[in-house]
């Protein structure tokens, strides 16, 4: 009787630590879907930015074309690649910073609303999306531990819960895009 209660209390312990290591991937998942909106917010506005400096800096074109180049890329992968990505968008934010100083050298541009607009908006979905990182890679530090740590770490093995990689923010001293 007393070896049953004992099994009895050691199955219900195991489903506790089960059910925890789920919850930890779900929020996991749920913050990295968090990011890919933004992401794809920010990919929507791109189309409209580089039509918008086309028409003040047409013989830039090789600064539009990366940009558009490394958003079809980004847009490409799937979004279960976080540390594709994570790469892949860090390139596209690194593009867009050389297009940002673009304006620079053209003040019409820079005076342009629409293009002004375009930037503002772009600036508020680059700090969404380092809210939203921010939040991911705390998930992802909650579920690394639960997966590492004992006694979970006999659960997790077996049912096939792996670490998250965490997010991580390239360095570039001149882009004034976050990612």
Same mark, same amino acid.
């Given at each position: 009787?007393?070896?049953?209660?004992?099994?009895?209390?050691?199955?219900?312990?195991?489903?506790?630590?089960?059910?925890?290591? &789920?919850?930890?991937?779900? &929020?996991?998942?749920?913050? #990295?879907?968090?990011?890919?909106?933004?992401?794809? +917010?920010?990919?929507?506005?791109?189309?409209?930015?580089?039509?918008?400096?086309?028409?003040?800096?047409?013989?830039?074109?090789?600064?539009?074309?990366? &940009?558009? *180049?490394?958003?079809?890329? *980004?847009? *490409?992968?799937?979004?279960?690649?976080?540390?594709?990505?994570?790469?892949?968008?860090?390139?596209?934010?690194?593009?867009?910073?050389?297009?940002?100083?673009?304006?620079?050298?053209?003040?019409?541009?820079?005076?342009?609303?629409?293009?002004?607009?375009?930037?503002?908006?772009?600036?508020?979905?680059?700090?969404?999306?380092?809210?939203?990182? +921010?939040?991911?890679?705390?998930?992802?530090?909650?579920?690394?531990?639960?997966?590492?740590?004992?006694?979970?770490?006999?659960?997790?093995?077996?049912?096939?819960?792996?670490?998250?990689?965490?997010?991580?923010?390239?360095? +570039?001293?001149?882009?004034?895009?976050? #990612?």
């Amino acid at each position: 009787m007393i070896g049953l209660a004992i099994a009895a209390v050691v199955i219900l312990y195991l489903i506790f630590i089960y059910n925890g290591l &789920v919850k930890a991937r779900q &929020v996991k998942e749920e913050a #990295w879907s968090g990011i890919d909106v933004q992401l794809k +917010r920010r990919a929507d506005l791109i189309p409209n930015l580089i039509e918008t400096v086309k028409g003040y800096a047409a013989h830039e074109k090789g600064t539009l074309e990366e &940009v558009v *180049a490394l958003r079809n890329k *980004a847009q *490409a992968l799937p979004a279960s690649d976080v540390a594709g990505r994570a790469a892949a968008e860090g390139m596209l934010s690194q593009a867009l910073g050389k297009l940002f100083a673009l304006a620079e050298a053209y003040p019409d541009l820079k005076a342009n609303q629409n293009f002004s607009e375009l930037q503002q908006s772009l600036e508020e979905i680059e700090s969404e999306v380092q809210m939203a990182r +921010r939040y991911y890679n705390g998930a992802a530090h909650d579920l690394n531990v639960k997966v590492e740590s004992f006694p979970s770490n006999f659960i997790a093995g077996p049912f096939g819960f792996a670490k998250a990689a965490f997010l991580r923010s390239p360095t +570039r001293p001149t882009a004034p895009c976050r #990612w």
